[in-house]
């Protein structure tokens, strides 16, 4: 947040306080303001308005003081988690200086709580699904990810939803956006199949590119060809998320080797020989890189007709 708005509310936080300090001082309940009396009730709602801005003002001042050099996935948390516990305390100050009744208040709160739970189960399922994942962070704003049925990225997590930018869907075949935004209850975190694409961050994926050559290739020239030009397309980036994904893998107690760089596995069809280069990538732009590692491998391939050569004229 810039310094303006951070300026800004702080002197919403002062101006704030000062209106509360001045109503609560010069118009108790009873006393006359100037020469015109205050009728009880103005004083009270007058008392709750203040307090309510008193509230929104510190919710201002604690939000710009806590995001300064944040990034958005920590302000989206933090403005959700803010916005739930100022606004608790804004409502039950608010109806307490309403009624001149505190303990009532709360008490009143607590029952009609209690009758919430039974008459919205599945509101409350929601919220306890957003607790889960501000508290375990399974995903959050900008990851792809897979809830249920629905694919997509994530662009904002709400108290009872989760929106999501559709990848896929009925719209397109491929591994591409499809317009269309989905929103997704909190709740369904609890009960269904959660995919998150990529580790920390949503940085990374492994994928496959399958190329089919006849039996009669070079098979050592075409697996050397498809590596080379991998680690032209990749190189350092592979490598950098490479290491990435071992820290990650040193906090588990799985053990894996994971190879620096892209490597070649061998097929063996039944007209034909598949050879699958297996290397690191960023889900977002995983069909991006396929379609460019197909251009360049066949156009080398074809560079070398009697190295490498295709199926023809066989069931495929």
């Known amino acids: 947040m810039s310094r303006s708005s951070f300026l800004g509310a702080i002197v919403v936080a002062v101006v704030a306080g000062v209106t509360g300090w001045y109503v609560a001082t010069t118009a108790p309940l009873g006393v006359a303001v100037g020469d015109t009396p205050l009728d009880p009730l103005v004083a009270r709602a007058l008392l709750a308005l203040s307090f309510t801005a008193v509230v929104f003002g510190c919710y201002r001042l604690v939000f710009s003081w806590l995001t300064r050099g944040a990034t958005k996935r ?13 606004g608790v305390v804004g409502l039950v100050g608010a109806l307490g200086a309403l009624t001149d009744q505190w303990l009532g208040v709360l008490f009143s709160l607590g029952v ?76 369904v975190v609890l009960s269904s199949d959660l995919t998150t694409f990529g580790g920390a961050g949503g940085e990374f994926v492994w994928n496959e590119l399958s190329v089919q050559v006849a039996y009669e290739t070079e098979l050592p020239y075409a697996r050397e060809v498809m590596v080379e030009e991998a680690e032209a397309l990749l190189g350092d980036e592979m490598r950098r998320r490479v290491e990435r994904y071992r ?54 391939f074809n560079e070398a007709p009697d190295r490498v050569r295709f199926p023809v004229s066989r069931n495929r």
Request: aromatic share 8%; glycine share 8%.
């Open 247 to 300: 820290d990650e893998l040193s906090e588990t107690a799985v053990e894996l080797s994971v190879d620096e760089e892209p490597t070649v596995n061998v097929v063996q069809q039944e007209s034909w020989v598949e050879l699958r280069l297996r290397y690191l990538v960023d889900p977002r732009r995983a069909t991006r890189t396929r379609n460019q590692l197909y251009e360049r491998i066949l156009g080398r």
């Open 74 to 86: 920590r302000q989206h948390d933090l403005r959700n988690v803010l916005r739930l516990g100022f």
């Open 112 to 187: 009609v709580g209690f009758a919430i739970t039974f008459a919205l189960q599945q509101p409350l399922l929601s919220l306890l699904g957003w607790v889960y994942i501000t508290a375990k962070r399974p995903y959050g704003v900008g990851d792809r990810v897979r809830i249920g049925d629905v694919k997509g990225d994530v662009v904002a997590v709400d108290f009872l939803v989760t929106t999501l930018w559709e990848v896929g869907g009925e719209l397109v075949s491929t591994n591409q956006p499809s317009g269309r935004r989905v929103t997704v209850p909190n709740s």
